[in-house]
């Protein structure tokens, strides 16, 4: 993300923000937003998870600031899906999910890359959040293994094929 469109994105979570008066003793902006931008695998602030599992505010903040700043995002896959899903559309981009073969685990694909690149995924589900790096781009796609060795990319795949799950692409 250029450093224009990282300040735009900034100054309009900020904007959002502002709008709410959360009460004293809840989780500072300036908590959430550090969350919210940090790099994958990164130590996490213990307060800012269980704040964001425990008070639907917090978390609604937090899924603003997140949106601010997403090249995508969609906040519900199909709520009138009634099955897995295997394919998604985010904006410009397409996720989907193919499935294992042989030796091979399940891939995720993320195609329409070519203006915008992503870094980072990030799924909500529930309670549950999981935030992966994403590799660069190959002939417009970015493949990522959702292999069985790896816990977190087992449950973004899990987490990924649920119609109430957001994606946030950053």
């Not at 998604?88 to 996720?95: D, H, I, K, S, V």
């Not at 870094?119 to 589900?125: C, D, N, S, T």
């Amino acid at each position: 993300m250029s450093d224009e469109a990282q300040m735009l994105a900034e100054i309009d979570a900020a904007r959002g923000l502002l709008r709410v008066n959360p009460p004293p003793n809840a989780v500072t902006h300036a908590a959430l937003w550090a969350h919210a931008t940090r790099e994958p695998g990164q130590p996490v602030d213990f307060s800012v998870v269980r704040a964001l599992r425990t008070d639907p505010d917090t978390a609604r903040r937090y899924r603003a600031m997140l949106g601010a700043q997403a090249l995508a995002h969609a906040p519900l896959a199909a709520a009138a899906s009634d099955g897995a899903i295997t394919r998604r559309r985010l904006g410009a981009f397409e996720l989907e999910i193919l499935p294992a073969e042989d030796d091979a685990p399940p891939l995720l694909v993320l195609r329409g890359v070519e203006a915008k690149v992503p870094r980072v995924i990030e799924a909500w589900l529930g309670d549950d959040t999981v935030r992966l790096e994403l590799g660069a781009p190959v002939e417009g796609a970015i493949l990522l293994a959702l292999d069985p060795a790896v816990p977190e990319a087992v449950e973004l795949g899990r987490m990924l094929s649920e119609p109430a799950c957001a994606v946030f692409l950053l």
